[in-house]
């Protein structure tokens, strides 16, 4: 009874979005969408709430603002591509960023008082009524600890998971329809997107998970001279409420200052390029909501300028065979390989495995030639998407949710650098920080850290492996009647305890050989015998391998 319950709400809801946007004059949308198009006459019986010769950009963030958190993301993910939107609208979806309309001091006041069990006067020093910021789902106050210590302290806005729940049951309901009746619902997985995108924003209203993100990526760029994060005082944190150190700097967006400072900005291009790549692979843990609100250059050297992040409620991570799948991916590409990228599509189960591979490398090599090379100013990434999408489509291929998160930061990244400095050349940027990558996963370090990581097991396996060679020998001597039997079954248990015996020797004998040939040239002058059992090691280790 649940299910039709939730349906009807969102049903509701969509009718109460529709009259929204026809009080802001945006009557073109319902006309296009065509959900409720046959009762759009309905819809003007209500009030406008806007002329409608205000401008468009306007209309629009108003009405993104009155539809609430989920809709106000929206315009602030799409306000970082310019050059997919007229400049008046571009400037105004940029207000969401951090202009949202905000709800009182008297509100956040007595969160403070409630979440703390005293009055805030005694916690801090000084709280500054007027808001600094305000966003979809949390608006910020500078004060100053005891101590004098200057702070920003985050709030959630009242009522905030209840109206996000709301409309992610309206996402829900047309994710259904979608995947039940749409052509392409199978393969574009709308109920996995929507999922993937509830389990991210219903992380960002847990504000202590958002300052232990920002704690882990502080260590993760300790004594950078490319990124500083600021530090969370933890004391005064709670899931409603974060207090973290106010970060002193020029908004990304306010290129005049910067120019005017005399700033790097080529190199702040590149090193927000380098800073993104290193995250997403070296240490698997990104910044996901890269809008201009939540980034400043520190320019106390303009020639090296520095960047200061906040607001880390979205981080994302990606799993080994992904990490591994996208590197390939991009290095190919850089590479001009399209071969290779035709392969890795098919081999991760990006598209059926039935492909032709040489049909998926003519198509991707049709779209992604002409932007070879090519500085962001010459780009025309919206063209780009459309025939990515349109090779998508031809060939079935499935949406990744769980990139989804990684495809939008990047999106926010080039849209970023575009603004930064347009003549960027994003592919040699990224290049060697993708190839130091992949040489320390594929390399020799690799393999010797694989080596160090699964000790435990070697020494276990060093263990058992007299009992095991006692075991067979007795085994081959007396004779074993079963071992003449055949069934499919015993053939199959067969086959792994063979498998097993092998994988177990070249383990046990490989780990015996690393271990004497490290002993032998550590304590002795001997190097040839002491590399020639390290190679044997390593042959045995190789040979472990399932399969091999």
Known sequence: MKKPGRRRRSIARLFGINRVLVRYGLDEIITTVHLFRPLRFLFYLFPRKVDPDEPLGKRIRLALEELGPIFVKFGQAVSTRRDLLPPDVADELAKLQDQVPPFPAEQAIEILDQAYGRSIREVFSRFDDEPFAAASIAQVHTAALQDGTEVIVKLLRPDVQALIERDLGVLYTIASLADRYWENGKRLRPLEVVAEYEKTVIDELDLMREGANTAQLKRNFEG???????????????????VQERIFGVPISDMKRLREAGTNIQLLAENGVEIFFTQVFRHNFFHADMHPGNIFVQIDDPQHPKYAAVDFGIVGTLSPADQQYLAGNFLAFFDRDYHKIAKLHIDSGWVPAGTRIDELESAVRTVCEPIFNKPLSEISFAQVLIRLFETARRFNMEIQPQLILLQKTLLNIEGLGRQLYPELDLWKTAHPVLRDWMDE??????????????????????????????????????????I??????????????AEQSRQRFYIGTGATALIGGTLVLLMTPYAVPGWILLGGGLFGIFRARPGA
């Open 441 to 482: 996963q594929i390399g020799g370090r690799a393999m010797l850290a694989s080596i160090r990581d699964n000790m435990p097991q070697l020494r276990e396996a060093l263990r058992e492996l007299p009992g095991v060679i006692n075991t067979l020998s007795e085994q081959i001597a007396e004779g074993d009647v079963r």
């Open 484 to 497: 003449t039997m055949h069934s499919p079954e015993l053939d199959v248990i067969k086959k792994q305890l």
């Open 224 to 242: 950078s001279d490319m990124l500083y994060v600021p530090e969370v005082f933890w004391d005064y944190c709670r899931k409603q409420v974060l």
